[in-house]
């Protein structure tokens, strides 16, 4: 009998340092539930935002943008599944 699939494990966050900054300037609830929501989303699928153009001597920057939450996240992804979210550009 086969197996059943596992579910799909999400992605970690992390920040730099100026993302970091960025979040700890947020003060409003609906800008943290929107940004919340967007973190989400890349963890779940880590390519849904689209790539940036650039060059292949450093990371593959990707960015997602949420129209209606009005959010926009520049990130990579690690090869180890881990999303490195480089600023909030947006929110």
Same mark, same amino acid.
């Given at each position: ?50 790539? @940036?153009?650039?060059?292949? $001597?450093?990371? *593959?920057?990707?960015?997602? &943008?949420?129209? !209606? /939450?009005?959010?926009? @996240?520049?990130?990579?992804? $690690?090869?180890? *599944?881990?999303?490195?979210? &480089?600023?909030? !550009? /947006?929110?």
């Amino acid at each position: 009998m086969p197996q059943p699939h596992s579910p799909r494990r999400r992605a970690q966050i992390a920040f730099t340092d100026s993302a970091a900054k960025q979040l700890d300037a947020i003060t409003r609830e609906a800008e943290l539930h929107a940004l919340d929501r967007a973190l989400v989303v890349i963890s779940v699928d880590p390519d849904a935002g689209e790539p @940036l153009p650039g060059n292949s $001597t450093g990371p *593959r920057l990707r960015q997602y &943008v949420d129209d !209606i /939450e009005r959010v926009r @996240l520049v990130y990579w992804v $690690t090869a180890l *599944r881990i999303v490195v979210v &480089v600023a909030f !550009i /947006e929110v």
